[in-house]
């Protein structure tokens, strides 16, 4: 594990992906110290997928592994500022609020790029099927539906999620990475509709990269997210 004086050498904001190999999370660090830490998951796998380029991929895996760094630096500025007694300023509530952010881009790209790189077709009889036709009427609905969201203006990600009280299925806008999440609902299907995540491949037809989306996506993948 890094020495403290290393991290704050390696974690510049944008530097390198200096966590790669380490995977505790919330573990005690140099000299007791509470040391929060993500690593950066490997994503090349993706490499080849239909509809994706390479360039585009590559670029999109250097941008998530930014918020990895940023969320790291981020819990290690705070948790200094708490040993400082300085949380209660407004530095440390901007902080905290930034945390938000880069820990929710953090994990959506994770989600997203987890549910990729499929080949097989969604099963309307298996499981996901069923609970979307359940929710939705039919999975032809429920598309026409996840597409809609896709299709509005602006930036952000369009999620299926599952509400924990009831296993109902929502199709949901989340503004940049923080905004609109349904407290309690757990991720099913993940789209990143950022400019980043198309425009090297398919500049302003967002709807072309949203249907090579589809063909790509690991159902397999989003229907182990259910609960
Ligand atoms: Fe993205």
Redesign the pocket.
Known sequence: MPKRRDFLKASGWGGAAWAAGITASGAAGQEGKPQAVYSPLDFSRLTGTPGFSETLLKN?FT??QGYVTNTNRLLEILAQMGREGKLATPEGAELRRRLGWEWN?LRL?EL?FGNLGGKAPLESGGKLGRVLAGSFGSVEAWTKDFKAVAAMRGIGWVALVEDGANGRLFNIWVNEHDGGHFAGAGPVLIL?V?E??YMIDYGLKKADYVEAFFKAIDWAAAEARLR
């Open positions: 999109h941008l998530y881009g790209h997203y990143d950022f980043h995540a």
